[in-house]
Nanobody, 127 residues
Framework: QVQLVESGGGLVQAGGSLRLSCVAS????????MGWFRQAPGKEREVVAT????????YYTPSVEGRFTISRDNAKNTVYLQMNILKPEDTAVYYC????????????????????WGQGTQVTVSS
């Protein structure tokens, strides 16, 4: 079936950068939607960014707007999250999620609209 494989997490000093990668295997998601979510200790999992794999529709949560960039490589079924000017508040486990389709009127900020999830990768930003 479908497997999401994440990489790129780690430790970084405030102001630094990291790039996360998520590869979807088992089937193509060229017409689907990819998302990044994060969960800090004691907090709910929240959306970070989403992107339709066809077209250029993206969403960023306000706290990362201007610092993070979501991008894709449809041929590789891969989505990236470039994280710049990292802050300690960005520390969390980051999860990749995938939906098999994109519908403009569906709210892809909601976890329930994704059918597949990665294992999560830890991002820690020190001050």
């Amino acid at each position: 079936q479908v497997q999401l494989v994440e990489s790129g997490g780690g430790l970084v000093q405030a102001g630094g950068s990291l790039r996360l990668s998520c590869v979807a295997s088992g089937r193509t998601f060229s017409s689907g939607t990819m998302g990044w979510f994060r969960q800090a200790p004691g907090k709910e999992r929240e959306v970070v960014a989403t992107m339709a794999m066809s077209g250029s529709m993206t969403y960023y949560t306000p706290s990362v707007e201007g610092r993070f960039t979501i991008s894709r490589d449809n041929a590789k079924n891969t989505v990236y999250l470039q994280m710049n000017i990292l802050k300690p508040e960005d520390t969390a486990v980051y999860y990749c999620a995938a939906a098999m389709a994109y519908f403009p009127r569906i709210d892809y900020k909601k976890r329930s609209n994704y059918g597949y999830w990665g294992q999560g990768t830890q991002v820690t930003v020190s001050s």
